[in-house]
């Protein structure tokens, strides 16, 4: 038996179960992807073939600096570095070395006595002198012990969107839960 009457059958065998296996739109869908597939796999072997035949004659990093301070993006770039270039205009009472700015660096906190702040019964402006309590995270603490009725213990505060165990440690000294 010649090769071409095998393959013929072989060929013969496959279509027949593929038939039974598949619908013509799935074999043609099936084809059309291993075609693809195919053709995809030439091209990058044909790309890495060409490129080891006929290498680029410019060294890849060399092309690549050029293209850099080639391109438009470096251009642009260049010019907004120009433009940007900080110029400080200073006022007169800033160069006057007898005019001193005194900024006060009390922290939060400072002035409350530990566990003085009753977490069930704090008013928003109690709440306010808590470190890394703000405004919007007083009216959720409030807005948290309505909902609930009231503080069961002092870790139930990490239930406030918020406020996790960082900043409720910083907090724990000055509170107590009545």
């Not at 069961?152 to 000294?173: A, D, F, N």
Request: charged residues 25%; aromatic residues 6%.
């Amino acid at each position: 038996m010649s090769l071409r009457i095998r393959l013929r059958t072989i060929g013969k065998s496959v279509s027949a179960k593929a038939q039974q296996l598949y619908s013509p739109k799935e074999l043609r869908a099936l084809l059309l992807f291993l075609a693809v597939g195919v053709g995809v796999l030439l091209y990058r072997g044909g790309k890495e073939l060409y490129s080891r035949v006929w290498p680029d004659t410019v060294p890849r990093a060399r092309a690549e600096a050029r293209h850099k301070t080639d391109s438009l993006f470096f251009a642009l770039s260049a010019k907004a570095k120009r433009q940007d270039s900080l110029i400080f205009a200073l006022s007169e009472d800033s160069l006057n070395q007898s005019v001193s700015r005194k900024t006060s660096t009390v922290q939060k906190g400072a002035n409350i006595p530990e566990h003085s702040i009753a977490l069930n019964h704090a008013s928003r402006e109690e709440l306010l002198k808590l470190p890394t309590v703000g405004p919007v995270s007083a009216d959720l603490i409030l807005q948290y012990r309505k909902s609930r009725g009231g503080f069961r213990t002092i870790t139930e505060l990490m239930s406030v969107h918020g406020i996790g165990e960082r900043r409720l440690e910083k907090m724990k000294p000055y509170l107590k839960l009545e």
